[in-house]
């Protein structure tokens, strides 16, 4: 560790992303990991958060309450579920401390404690940290652009079994971008699966495919269809160290000085609208 190393706190330490955050963070020498959350009731609370990554002792036991555990750190990075955000949020704001948040799923009050927050400290909220969605979210803001009302854009997405959410955020995030690149409003033209007699399809709907099987660890294509040709752009994540490492690549970003406000993966990397 250095003297300026960025203190970073993880909040669902004993989940699938919370260990593998806690892993990547032991290995960046600018990073200093100082404290370690998750649910209160859980039988990894008080275990240490290296044994639990699988990375041997780091002298870190798992807490249950986020208040005195972003106290003191500079950022919090949060993959839990969104019951979670509006208590870890009201934490951050207290303490003064950045928040790099991952958790997908989020109502419209979890969505409006974040962004109450962001009014205080600076936030990272990104629905995919891995670079390469990143970039293709940039790619289907392009193909939107330029193909818009002429195709029908299908978006289909594949995750492991365990996942609780669908569609998955980053399917969302990606509608999202389609939806505003041509003019439209996702709300009044996503369609989330189809059944039965549907009718024909009409060409300003979003379509929205569902896959969960095995241990999938995210895969998403935006299907651009005309008539004569068609234009597929797919991201396949085949481990979780993509989004770790981009989550506790926005940490650094967010703690370098960066102004309260409300900032995605985009603006991590530099990558324009
Ligand atoms: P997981 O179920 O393996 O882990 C979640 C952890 O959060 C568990 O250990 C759980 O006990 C803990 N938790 C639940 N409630 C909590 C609370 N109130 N306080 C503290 N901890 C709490 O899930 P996962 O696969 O690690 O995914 C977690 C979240 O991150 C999901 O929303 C998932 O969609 C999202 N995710 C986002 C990205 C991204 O790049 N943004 C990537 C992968 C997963």
Request: net charge negative; charged share 20%; aromatic share 2%.
């Amino acid at each position: 560790m250095t003297g300026t190393a960025v203190r970073i706190a993880v909040i669902g330490a004993a989940g699938r992303m919370g260990r593998m955050l806690v892993e990547t963070i032991h290995h960046d020498s600018g990073a200093e990991l100082v404290a370690v959350v998750d649910r209160p009731g859980s039988d990894c609370v008080g275990m240490d958060a290296g044994e639990l990554a699988g990375i041997g002792v780091v002298g870190l036991p798992v807490t249950d309450d986020p208040a005195p555990a972003v106290a003191d750190a500079d950022v919090a990075i949060d993959f839990t579920l969104p019951e979670a955000t509006p208590a870890v949020a009201a934490a951050c704001r207290a303490a003064g401390c950045a928040l790099v948040l991952g958790t997908t799923g989020l109502g419209a009050r979890e969505q409006r404690a974040v962004e109450h927050l962001s009014e205080a400290v600076p936030v990272v909220q990104a629905a995919n940290y891995s670079t390469g969605v990143t970039l293709l979210t940039a790619l289907v803001e392009q193909a939107a652009r330029v193909l818009g009302h002429s195709v029908d854009v299908e978006i289909i997405e594949a995750h492991h079994r365990h996942k609780v959410d669908a569609p998955s955020g980053t399917a969302l995030q990606l509608g999202e971008t389609v939806a505003r690149a041509s003019g439209r409003d996702l709300a009044q033209c996503a369609i989330y699966g189809r059944e039965g007699h549907t009718g024909p399809r009409a060409r300003q709907t979003i379509g929205f495919s569902t896959i969960r099987a095995g241990d999938i660890v995210g895969e998403h294509t935006v299907l651009f269809a005309g008539e004569g040709e068609r234009v597929e752009l797919t991201h396949r994540a085949s481990s979780r160290t993509t989004f770790a490492v981009g989550a506790v690549r926005a940490a650094h970003w967010v703690a370098a000085g960066r102004a309260p406000g409300l900032y995605d993966m985009r603006d991590v990397l530099g990558i324009g609208r």
